[in-house]
């Protein structure tokens, strides 16, 4: 029903900044918060930003808040992530995702409904 793409992911100097895009597609006007997770190898699944609606109302990990920021454009049906003062812990496999939700919470995978295929962010030391 909705499919979601990232794009923007790649190699990077630690220090250096990428910013990753996911553009979503098919039955879209339901989604009410939009979200970045990343997956490191052997690990599970973690939060690390989401945007609601307005664009107003923004959440970030304890890790990245001040280093990312997450933005949408509705308009264009698209989810930004600007990352900047990358580290190598930093290097993971990146996805977006939708919640055609309500609800207020935001960090649990379980709340959104479509994920993307995930985009690959390796950062050198």
């Known amino acids: 029903q909705v499919q979601l793409v990232e794009s923007g992911g790649g190699l990077v100097q630690a220090g250096g900044s990428l910013k990753l895009s996911c553009t979503a597609s098919?039955?879209?006007?339901?989604?009410?918060?939009m979200g970045w997770f990343r997956q490191a190898p052997g690990k599970e699944r973690v939060f690390v930003a989401a945007i609601k609606w307005t664009g107003t109302i923004k959440n970030y990990a304890a890790s990245v808040k001040g280093r990312f920021t997450i933005s949408r454009d509705n308009t264009k049906n698209t989810l930004y992530l600007q990352m900047n003062s990358l580290k190598p812990e930093d290097t993971a496999v990146y996805y977006c995702?939708?919640?055609?939700?309500?609800?207020?919470?935001?960090?649990?995978?379980?709340?959104?409904?479509?994920w993307g295929q995930g985009t690959q962010v390796t950062v050198s030391s």
């Open positions: 098919g039955r879209t006007f339901g989604s009410n918060t």
């Open positions: 995702a939708s919640s055609t939700s309500s609800s207020s919470s935001f960090a649990p995978a379980r709340a959104y409904d479509y």
